[in-house]
Each structure stands twice: as C-alpha cells, then as structure tokens.
C-alpha cells in the first residue's frame, strides 16, 4: 500500500508542477513533494486513509494538466456553503480569477465537504504544513492588519450582497500558484482518527502539529481572539414576521433591489449563530421600547417603562457608561429621535420614557462620543421659537436643512453645553460627511427623522439634505474606528415599530429595507476583522403583522408592490406591541458570537455584551458581567 500511494501522490504532484507550476516557486514544490510523500508514507504505516479529498483534488489537477474545463463558478455553491476541493483546485489551474474568487476559496478549505457528500473537517496540522511549505501563503492567512480595513474598503462599490468573511485577509492577489499549491496539501494531508477530528481553534488541536525537524511559523494566531469592539444593531419592533416579510421582498427580487435574493441580516444569520430571545417585563408579559432597551443596554431584568434604571429604579450601568470607565468610546444611531426610547435607555435614567427634555440634558452629561439621530426640538431654547439673535443663531447653523422649533419650556441650550464639551454639531448630510473629531452629535430633523416611505422617494436624490440611515452608520463606524482601545456602538431602525403601530404594511416593508441597508454597512465594515462582536436582535415586535392565504389562494408575488392595497391578505392583530420573541443574531470571534445561539432572554443577551466588551471573552465557567449601580455622579466618563 505504501508504495502505491506514493507513486500516485508523487506521479500526480509532478505531472501538474511539470504543467502548471513556475520555477519562482521551486522551493515550494520541493517541500510540497516532500510532505505528500510523507503523508502517503504516515498514511501506509498507521493506516490511517488520506483525506477524502485527496482523490477529487488530484483528479481535477490531472484535468487542469489536459486542460479539461473547470466548472462554472455558480457550480460550486454546495447546499453547505462550502466549495468542493477539487472545483476549486481545477478551476484555480484552468481559469482567470479575481481577488474575490481566492478570498472565497481560501474560506471554503477549512472546512470541506467531498463529492462524495462525506462532511470533514481538515486536521490543524495539515494547515500549519502548508504555512511552513509556502511561505507565501504566510499574509494570507494572517490575523493582524496594520491598514484599516474600513479605510481599505472605502473605495469599494456599494452592493447590498457583499459576502461575509469570518477570516482577516490581507489586500491583493494571492499567486495563482499559492492557491493551488494550498489546496493539493491540504487535500493531501493525512487525515487523523474520528475521536480527534480537530479545525483550527479546537482546543488540543496544536498537539495533532508535527513539529520534529520542520521550522515553526514566529508567531501563530490566538485561537481565541479578543473582543475589542461591540456593534448592536437593533430593530425596534422588528419580530421573526417582519424578517420574513423582508425575505420574502428579496427571494422574488421585487423591484430589483437584492439581484441575488439575499438579504444582510440574512447573510449575518448564515455567518454567525442564531437564537430566539424573550422580551418581556418583571412587571407583566409585554414590554415596551424603554424597558427592553435598559434590558440591552444594562443586561439587568427590569420594569416596562424604565429607562437604565433597574427594577428597584436605581440607575445602573449601560454599555456606553461601560465602555468609558474602559477607556473605550461609544456611538448611538437612530432613525427616529436621540431621545427616544431606545437610545435614552444607553445614556439616561428615568422612569418616564417620555420626559425627553430631561433625557436630553442627561444624554450630553453622559456623553457618548457619536450621537447621530433627529430630535433637535428638544436640545434648544424656548427662545428660539421667537424672533430674535438665539433664532437666527439656530437657523444659520441648520442652514435651512429643516425648520426648527424648541419644545423646552425653559431656556437651557443644550447646543452650547455639547460644544463647550468639546463636540462638533452638524445638522446635513455634508457636515457630516465632512466632520471629524473625538465628539460628533448630529441631529438631522427637528423631530423625527423621515420614515421609510419618504426615504425610499429620496433615496437617489443627490441634493438630499437629511442622512440615510446607512450614512448615519457608516460615519458613526468612520468616526470611532480608529481608538485604539476600542469602541461601543448601538445603531436602531426605529421607525420599524411605527410602522407596526399604524399598521402601514407598505411602509414596514420600506422601513425594514432602511434597516436591512444600515445591517449591510456595519457587515462590510467587520468583514475581514476578527476583534469585533456584532449583535442583531430587536426590542419587541410590533402589530402582530402576517400574510396570509384566503379560501385556499395564496398572496401573489404582486402584493409586495402594494402591501397596503392587499388587505385581503394582509393582517394585523394589534397596533401595540405582542409578547413574541425576537431573533437575536452574533457574528464575530467563534468563541463568543456561538454563546447568542439558543433559547435567551434580553437581560441575558445584554450581559453577553457587556462581559465581552469588558473582557474581550466570555468566561469558561460561564460567569457573565452582573449589573452595576452608576457612577455617583451618574453620567460622566
């Protein structure tokens, strides 16, 4: 047998090096000759068998050798979104590609499913052969990146269909040859026994390395990487029905907005781990937007109405107050107002929601470094409401972005107190395109931002003044992506749930596209970085929204273009919200986005958050980061 499998492992190494190899990489094909000769050798006298892939690899080698054409890219696509070895091998040797082919074939070796429909995980070892092999691989398969991916990628054409990498790259081409080499040794590499399946990362895995009389790589990646940054992305009123509105929209390519079917939070769903979460209250069955909030926010179970206070109205911790006493900075994002439920609940107390001039005057004091929404009304005097030097003082900074008018009813700018804080005010999309600074607070309406509807009528206006919610998430990232300590940043799509409270069918639909755009943003962002946690879920769902069949007819694919016109399949069981769990999604280091899968609640799905901010894990024991009382001072860094 060992004869056998070495003269088959070394026939077909040397028929395609003859045909497709150049002599720059020489070094490499020496050491690649060398390790399948052994791993044929290991393989005879332990009989253990060769990786399953080994024989479709070297098949698609021979047919690249002859020039036998390679399948279609569409091809590849296994229902497990892995590609097969030997499509990826033939088709590396025998067709042009483009950074974007490598990337995804580099991702699908690890790990592979056969022809042979067998599931398999490659061994660690085989991995780190090939690093020693080919050095050229080496910044492939790095985990540190001097460049900022962000700043990398701004360039970049926007696509709602960016895929997800869970791996950081570097930049540019990897050699045609790199690849190809890469996928013979992996395939190549003798698999270990059933009881030791191990993948990179696994624990005990680095004991399956052959380490006698090879060199070994300086400096290995952590097989647990830190989390530096938290991203919450939360749709208010956003229940499972809603999502599947939003799916249904893009699997029928309605209006042409998703070519490829697929959603961003469905692309997050596939890349990540995902649960259900219970929502309600201590106080009763159903929660409302403050108290579910402070549950995110604080990871603490608490009282509907409460706004960061916990259930003995005591003020307690949030995310943003952690993060500063970390040393790290915060942003807070919502299409609605900066005082509204949701936001409040991360950098303000009180045990009614609605008392928004005093949670704005608390929201300056706590001092998140990006605060991006509508809500201006509330951060101005009442003197701006009549002629005069505070008017026209106020009117020249809004610049005629919007009519604004004070809903104070005492004379506190909280305009002048942010700037003498150090913040920079903007109130239209170019002042924010072109601020920087540690401290940015942007209100864009007087009120409440647009709703979706009016987005989606203005959405390729050029000269529109008002920001996009995927704008406002793009410059909060841009604005806290380079401390270096790290950041927290919560981003809504508000106006989700009111669109469930007015039981508007055709703009929830609208609303859910606005939000599902801001999702897309925060993942081309994290893609390629492995130091960021991103959490999806929502608050509550809202209006008990469903389609429906009527006497045995299905809805037709036409409703989506009038959901409000189809009221024969359209259904609400409420304007108010329902007790319905929320979908709650984690992307990011394997070893914490994998503990937001299962059955959760939000005072649980908070403190998850808060425990990986403060220590970039999630204990072994499992011991979470408990809740805290506030600083005495309450609100200051």
């Not at 890469?182 to 395939?187: D, H, M």
């Not at 030791?196 to 090879?214: C, F």
């Not at 909060?476 to 790290?486: I, K, N, T």
């Not at 809805?555 to 319905?580: I, K, M």
């Amino acid at each position: 047998m060992s004869s056998t499998v070495s003269s088959t492992v070394s026939s077909t190494v040397s028929s395609t090096v003859s045909g497709t190899l150049s002599g720059v990489m020489g070094c490499v094909v020496d050491n690649l000759v060398s390790d399948l000769a052994t791993a044929g050798r290991r393989a005879a006298t332990t009989n253990v068998p060769l990786h399953p892939a080994s024989s479709c690899v070297m098949n698609a080698c021979r047919n690249a050798a002859t020039g036998a054409a390679a399948p279609p890219l569409r091809e590849w696509r296994h229902p497990s979104h892995a590609f097969p070895l030997s499509c990826a091998a033939a088709t590396m040797a025998t067709r042009p590609h483009d950074e974007h082919d490598t990337a995804r074939i580099v991702a699908a070796l690890l790990p592979c499913r056969c022809h042979d429909d067998h599931a398999t995980a490659l061994p660690a070892h085989a991995l780190r052969m090939t690093m020693i092999s080919a050095p050229t691989l080496r910044p492939a398969l790095a985990v540190t990146n001097p460049v900022s991916p962000a700043r990398a990628r701004r360039a970049a054409p926007e696509s709602t269909s960016a895929p997800v990498a869970r791996q950081r790259s570097r930049g540019g081409h990897i050699p045609l040859i790199a690849i190809a080499s890469l996928a013979l040794l992996l395939a190549a590499a003798c698999r270990p026994p059933a009881a030791s399946h191990a993948t990179l990362g696994d624990e005990g895995a680095e004991a399956a390395i052959p380490t006698a009389g090879v060199e070994t790589t300086p400096e290995a990646p952590p097989a647990n990487p830190p989390v530096r940054n938290v991203i919450l992305l939360i749709g208010d009123g956003m229940g499972p029905q809603q999502m599947g509105l939003l799916e249904l929209y893009a699997r029928w390519n309605a209006e042409g907005l998703y070519p490829d079917g697929r959603t961003a939070m469905a692309r997050m769903m596939d890349a990540g781990h995902v649960g259900l979460s219970s929502v309600d209250p201590t106080d009763g069955l159903v929660n409302d937007s403050a108290g579910s909030g402070t549950q995110l926010a604080a990871g603490v179970a608490t009282r509907f109405g409460f706004v960061g206070l916990g259930e003995d109205e005591q003020p307690v911790e949030t995310l943003v107050q952690l993060a500063h006493r970390l040393g790290k900075r915060s942003g807070l994002v919502s299409d609605t107002r900066l005082t509204h439920a949701t936001p409040a609940s991360f950098a303000a107390t009180g045990t009614d929601r609605w008392a928004e001039a005093t949670l704005a005057e608390q929201m300056i004091a706590t001092g998140a470094h990006v605060m991006l929404s509508g809500g201006l009304r509330v951060f101005v005097p009442r003197a701006v409401n009549s002629e005069g030097p505070a008017r026209q003082a106020l009117l020249d900074a809004v610049g005629g972005a919007f009519e604004p008018r004070s809903n104070r009813r005492d004379d506190v700018d909280l305009l002048a107190q942010a700037r003498q804080a150090g913040y920079s005010v903007v109130h239209d999309r170019e002042a924010l395109r072109a601020v920087s600074g540690e401290r940015v607070l942007g209100l864009f309406a007087n009120n409440a931002m647009e709703s979706g509807l009016e987005w989606w009528a203005a959405r390729d206006d050029a000269n529109h003044r008002q920001p996009s919610l995927r704008e406002l998430t793009r410059h909060a990232l841009r604005l806290l992506e380079d401390h270096e300590e790290g950041f927290f940043l919560m981003v809504e799509g508000g106006q989700i749930d009111w669109a469930g409270h007015n039981n508007e069918a055709s703009r929830l639909l609208r609303e859910m596209i606005r939000f599902d755009e801001a999702v897309d943003e925060v993942l081309r962002w994290v893609e390629g970085r492995d130091d960021t946690l991103v959490v999806l879920t929502a608050d509550h769902e809202t209006g008990g929204f469903s389609l429906h069949y009527e006497r045995g007819t299905p809805p037709p694919p036409e409703v989506l273009a009038d959901l409000d016109g189809a009221t024969r399949f359209v259904r609400w069981s409420t304007t108010n919200h329902t007790h319905t769990p929320v979908v709650v999604v984690g992307l990011g280091p394997e070893h914490v986005a994998r503990a937001f899968g299962g059955m959760r609640s939000h005072p649980e799905v908070g403190r998850l958050m808060m425990t990986a901010l403060e220590h970039g894990e999630l204990p072994a024991g499992g011991a979470l980061t408990q809740p805290v009382m506030a600083n005495d001072e309450g609100y200051d860094d």
